[in-house]
């Protein structure tokens, strides 16, 4: 090797050990960015669809009929409701969790969480139907908590959440294969507001 070939390769070590250096201090950087950040934050997407708000809303609380649209859940067990609440366990990719309706006003506004030991936690969903021309815009914010900091950064850059993404994909699939009227299932159609009552 002569001492061209020699200085090239010397050159290429310094280059590769400054992007090196460069890219852990940026990752640093957006560690010590994130820890300042705060461990909940909400994440908000939404789709135009071809259908009215009562036969989104009709989609969105039949629980039994889920799994055959959601692509991230396989079997729905449904639980007794509490505090006149359906709730039922949702078991998919990530394993097993537990929701619960905490807010229905049909056919605008649906909030669904998560809950453990009776007990509200987060992931909190919001679901909002605004009847537009050709159809409804639905609107899906997700509040979640996050113990990594690159997550939190990431959000706040508003890079896309998956799981909502996919949801609103699946949502769009679901109403492009099936152009039925989909019946209304009964158990998650309650107005939160009126305990037991059943969703005029």
Excluded: C, Y
Excluded at 14 to 22: D, F, N, S
């Amino acid at each position: 090797m002569n001492w061209i070939d020699r200085r090239k390769q010397k050159a290429r070590r310094r280059l590769a050990r400054a992007m090196g250096t460069a890219l852990v201090a940026a990752l640093a950087l957006l560690i010590a960015i994130g820890l300042l950040l705060p461990r909940e934050h909400d994440s908000t997407s939404s789709a135009l669809l071809g259908r009215t708000p009562e036969t989104i809303w009709r989609v969105l609380t039949d629980v039994d009929g889920m799994p055959l649209w959601r692509s991230d859940v396989s079997a729905v067990e449904r639980l007794p409701d509490l505090l006149g609440k359906p709730v039922w366990r949702e078991i998919g990719r990530g394993g097993a969790r537990i929701l619960e309706v905490s807010v229905a006003e049909p056919p605008r506004r649906l909030v669904i969480q998560s809950a453990a030991e009776g007990e509200p936690r987060l992931p909190r969903r919001t679901f909002e139907l605004v009847s537009v021309s050709g159809g409804t815009q639905l609107i899906v914010t997700e509040r979640a908590a996050s113990r990594n900091p690159l997550t939190r950064v990431l959000v706040r850059l508003r890079v896309p959440r998956p799981a909502i993404e996919r949801l609103l994909k699946d949502l769009t699939q679901r109403f492009g294969m099936n152009r039925r009227q989909v019946a209304v299932q009964p158990g998650l159609t309650r107005d939160s507001n009126t305990p037991g009552g059943q969703t005029p």
